[in-house]
């Protein structure tokens, strides 16, 4: 039997994905960028790619070459410009929705792993009408969706029986002299390759057949966009290497991964600009009332809600750590209070979890620890058995007045 762990009930301040230490490879990485700039060649430079997705739009369901202009995507998904997926969702499915939205985290995706099952164990969790994911979480979302006993075994063997040799290799002084990052993902890229093969695009397809849908969020550097992919809708086309390749983008965090090519347009981790994919924000008219009923937004968030406080020492590294992992926390307390908005505009409950602040996962989601992700899934699964391990609302700590809380309570 798991030993069960209470959710955390103080107030939170979401350090949930750069915490100390991640956020000093960070800092490390800019310095030693600096420092090696003079001693590097010039890389050729690059033509900005004006290319349209054909499977991916910006969050609000419009063309990221021109945002004024909803996505062709998009409306071929839904009946027209102005109709909103879920609503359109709602009417192929025949019942309100049960969504699933999953956070970037590095290992401690292993949480939402071990949730996952426990929830499954538990006899409540759903079939996902949809889910979504970023970074760590684009890696959980496709067999998330999948859901069997079988998809979940897989779950547990990506983030309990991986080490950090199985997501990246580093590489020399001089290899780092000519890179774009300080650590080399193939190892990472083999890994996606194991678990998401010509079978799992069938699958998912299949799903998309059932009208259930499956979206990764990642970010393109050279528009500053956040861009949502119909991951659904590249696996019912076969496009194996590119649903692999947008998989890897997501999870590839900046500076110490390689950003990704597609299309000339080059991407990273989804999490650089939003940690979770926001629903019910596309359509270029506000939702209607849900055709039956209220449905849930679950959001399963792989850190932890609070980041106790300490005092910092005045050295430049932990000042620099200090502000970056700040600087993150605020776009994931963003992020948050969107996604509730969101779930408040579909008329919808807001349901999210993370990981206990008692559980021992160390400061670094990049170490791919394997005591640690196993501390992690452990208490995701006990905490998924808990009778009601949800909160209803994101945290508010301190940046949106109660009154503004209030409004988006009563969004509908």
Not at 155 to 176: A, C, H, N, P
Not at 310 to 333: C, F, K, N, P, W
Request: glycine share 8%.
């Amino acid at each position: 039997m798991h030993k069960k762990i209470a959710p955390a009930n103080t107030p939170l301040s979401l350090a949930h994905i750069i915490v100390r230490r991640r956020a000093k490879v960070f800092l490390t990485a800019c310095l030693l960028t600096l420092t090696l700039a003079g001693c590097a060649s010039t890389p050729p430079m690059r033509t900005l790619s004006t290319k349209e997705p054909a499977y991916a739009s910006l969050p609000n369901g419009h063309n990221p070459m021109n945002p004024d202009q909803v996505s062709s995507m998009y409306v071929a998904m839904a009946s027209g410009a102005d109709e909103n997926i879920a609503r359109e969702m709602e009417r192929k499915r025949g019942h309100a929705l049960n969504i699933l939205s999953l956070s970037g985290g590095g290992q401690n995706g292993a949480f939402g792993a071990g949730f996952l099952i426990g929830w499954r164990e538990s006899g409540r969790r759903p079939e996902f009408d949809m889910v979504s994911g970023v970074s760590t979480g684009a890696l959980l979302a496709t067999h998330a969706l999948l859901g069997t006993p079988a998809d979940d075994a897989i779950l547990e063997q990506m983030y309990t029986q991986v080490t950090d040799k199985d997501i990246y290799e580093g590489r020399s002084i001089f290899g780092i002299l000519s890179s774009d990052s300080l650590r080399d993902t193939a190892p990472l890229q083999a890994l996606i390759a194991k678990y998401i093969t010509a079978e799992t695009l069938q699958r998912v397809a299949a799903a998309f057949d059932d009208n259930r849908l499956l979206l990764v969020g990642t970010t393109n550097v050279d528009y500053g966009q956040t861009w949502v992919w119909n991951m659904s809708l590249l696996a019912k086309h076969g496009e194996l290497d590119l649903y692999r390749k947008v998989l890897l983008a997501s999870a590839s965090f900046p500076i110490v991964f390689p950003p990704v090519e597609i299309d000339g347009h080059l991407f990273v981790d989804g999490a650089a600009r939003s940690n979770v994919v926001i629903v019910g924000m596309a359509g270029s008219e506000r939702a209607g009332p849900p055709l039956y009923g209220p449905g849930n937004v679950y959001l399963i968030s792989n850190g932890r809600f609070q980041h106790p406080p300490a005092a910092l020492r005045r050295a430049l590294g932990d000042v620099a750590a200090t502000t970056v992992g700040v600087m993150m926390d605020q776009s994931m307390q963003t992020a948050l209070t969107r996604s509730y908005f969101g779930a408040q505009v579909l008329g919808y409950a807001f349901k999210m979890v993370a990981i206990p602040d008692e559980v021992q996962i160390g400061n670094d989601p990049l170490a791919f620890d394997p005591e640690q992700m196993r501390a992690a899934f452990d208490a995701g699964r006990a905490l998924a058995q808990q009778p009601e391990p949800w909160l209803g609302r994101p945290p508010n700590t301190g940046d949106i007045p109660p009154w503004a809380m209030e409004a988006i309570d009563n969004a509908m």
